[in-house]
């Protein structure tokens, strides 16, 4: 099926550039770092969730909230509009001395479509706006990567960034402390 | 168990009203609102005694639902170990210490119980075979009975809770948190159970041949509704004063906002339901309750609720902003507390003025005579204490809180 996002690569030789920091604080350090130095396609990478990091590499909000909304209102309305055409106008059957529109016998449904919608908006949202299921990443090229899940702290900088630079860009993360910096192949 | 060398994490001056500021006046004012309210329903309760008992139920109901209300919110504190919520624990502490005074406040009603209920007055249960049938429980030996139990459990939880909070400022043992802690879980059946049958003597018996047996569930969601409401408007009025700005924070103000708005919700949910099975089934010996409140200009009162307890503050509170802003959480928090008022007025007095709204003077000097008695009282005891437990162990972790 196509509608999945297809994760689009940089064009040139390189994907971007990965380095390795020893600790949470030399990550979250190294991150305002390179939020200040104008990078704009980068990402942190890190074996648990680093409180206040999102600050640090100068996150916007996520938009995913209003997915939620416009989902759960969508389920809503969907919920109460197809009830209504179903009993008041398709199939009028009376229901034990009830109108038509029995608007409150509608609510049970409108309220569970709603929920149903708006978690299918928090899920499928999120996986796309993450550009998921990806099934490759160039970063799983990179042997030291293999520690992300275990006890090491990454920051990668994609190499369609404008300001990224092979040479430049690695010595600015080495400076920022990095263990080890990697170039990596697209 | 060795305590370890006392961090302190906040200086008592840090956390205390200080002299010669604006809200050492509350208790006084408070005083005045409570004795000009007492002589405005003297003088016209006594000439409309059955509207004067009325009035005087719902402003006791809805100021007792928030005291309730905060006794949740610190028990259920402790039973699940939250840390986020150590600074404005003392607000809900100060508000639940009222209990006893609200126990005088109960004190009046018992002169109109037959004004109040009718499996009351004598005979009523003579051609009456639900009444009789009911007699077992609905008697006034019994009522007064169990209204002491009532007040008896919630008095001896109040001040438990209250009187160690307050010790553990001076001695800082941590033993402490760890036996409220212990005590929490059962603390919240028997809250759980005394405010259940409390809803169904005061409220529910009113109409004594009605049955719901959702009303207890009902009446909880609005207390603690109501709560949280209160506490988001103190909390955002102590910073506006100048109190505790630094120890409560945005991140603090938007979980009571993340309360206010799941719990209107939640409110929300209870209520309907008790509604739609009524209206459902349609028995009469039920839905006569809520036919009442759907006739005449009732009517618009259920519907005031419906979008002003559930669905403006849905959509008001939503945002982030809006909860992280202390002016814009007090006014989702006063919104909802007129809400949660008219709820009480909504379930009481329809019962007095089937045949429409009828607004009075008792209701608004009740109000303030109950009001200025709780507020008094609970100015008093902020003036008289630390405004956060200042060495509760976990009252660092509750400053460096942050939402994630």
């Not at chain 1, 309305?77 to 529109?101: D, E, M, R």
Request: hydrophobic share 55%.
């Amino acid at each position: 099926m196509a509608f999945m996002f297809v994760n689009q690569l940089p064009p040139g030789p390189y994907w971007g550039i990965l380095a390795e920091f020893a600790t949470p604080a030399d990550l979250y350090h190294a991150c305002e770092r390179v939020r200040d130095s104008g990078f704009t396609r980068w990402d942190a990478h890190t074996p648990f969730p680093v409180h206040g990091l999102e600050k640090a590499m100068g996150i916007r909000r996520s938009p995913l909230p209003w997915i939620v909304l416009v989902a759960g209102l969508t389920g809503a309305a969907g919920g109460f509009g197809l009830q209504w055409w179903v009993h008041a106008s398709a199939y009028p059957l009376v229901i034990s001395g009830k109108p038509y529109f029995s608007w409150p016998a509608f609510i049970p449904i409108t309220f569970e479509l709603g929920v149903l919608f708006a978690a299918f908006g928090a899920v499928l949202g999120m996986l796309g706006l993450n550009r998921l299921p990806m099934h490759h990443h160039p970063l799983f090229r990179s042997k030291h990567f293999e520690r992300v899940t275990d006890d090491a702290f990454f920051i990668s900088i994609e190499s369609w960034d404008p300001r990224f630079d092979p040479s430049a860009t690695g010595k600015l993360l080495e400076s920022l402390g990095a263990r080890t910096v990697e170039l990596l192949e697209s | 168990m060795t305590s370890e060398p006392d961090r302190v994490a906040l200086r008592p001056e840090q956390a205390t009203i200080p002299p010669g500021h604006s809200w050492n006046r509350i208790p006084a004012i408070g005083a005045a609102c409570a004795v000009l309210g007492g002589i405005v329903c003297a003088i016209l309760g006594a000439a409309n005694p059955k509207q004067f008992f009325f009035s005087w139920l719902v402003s006791f109901l809805f100021f007792l639902s928030l005291a309730l209300g905060a006794l949740f919110f610190v028990l259920f504190q402790y039973a699940c170990q939250g840390g986020w919520g150590i600074v404005v624990r003392r607000i809900g502490e100060t508000v639940f210490a009222t209990v006893p005074v609200m126990a005088a406040l109960f004190v009046p009603l018992l002169f109109g119980l037959q004004d109040l209920y009718p499996w009351s007055v004598p005979g009523a249960a003579e051609h009456d075979a639900l009444l009789r049938w009911k007699a077992p429980f609905l008697n006034v030996p019994f009522f007064l009975i169990r209204a002491a139990i009532y007040f008896g459990c919630w008095s001896f939880l109040t001040l438990l809770y209250y009187r160690l909070s307050r010790g553990q400022d001076v001695t800082g043992d941590p033993a402490v948190s760890a036996r409220l802690r212990k005590f929490a879980g059962p603390a919240i059946i028997v809250l759980a159970l005394t405010q259940t049958f409390a809803s169904i003597d005061w409220i529910v018996s009113l109409t004594p041949h009605w049955y719901s047996t959702m009303f207890g569930v009902y009446f909880f969601a609005g207390s603690f509704v109501g709560f949280i409401a209160l506490l988001s408007v103190v909390a955002a009025a102590m910073r506006g004063a100048g109190l505790l700005e630094t120890v409560i924070t945005p991140e603090h103000l938007q979980d009571l906002g993340k309360f206010l708005f799941a719990f209107s919700a939640f409110w929300a949910y209870i209520g309907f339901s008790q509604f739609f099975l009524i209206w459902y089934a349609n028995l009469p010996e039920e839905s006569f309750w809520f036919r009442a409140r759907l006739e005449g200009s009732w009517e618009f009162v259920s519907l005031l609720l419906m979008a002003g307890h559930f669905g403006v503050p849905f959509f008001y509170l939503m945002g982030r902003a809006v909860k992280r802003r202390g002016w814009t959480l007090a006014v989702g928090g006063m919104w909802l507390l007129a809400m949660h008022f008219v709820d009480i007025y909504w379930q009481v007095m329809p019962t007095l003025h089937p045949e429409g709204v009828r607004p009075s003077v008792l209701d608004v000097a009740a109000f303030v005579a109950v009001g200025g008695c709780f507020v008094a009282a609970a100015g008093w005891l902020m003036r008289r204490q630390a405004l956060v437990p200042l060495r509760d162990p976990r009252l660092a972790e509750s400053l460096a809180f942050e939402n994630v």
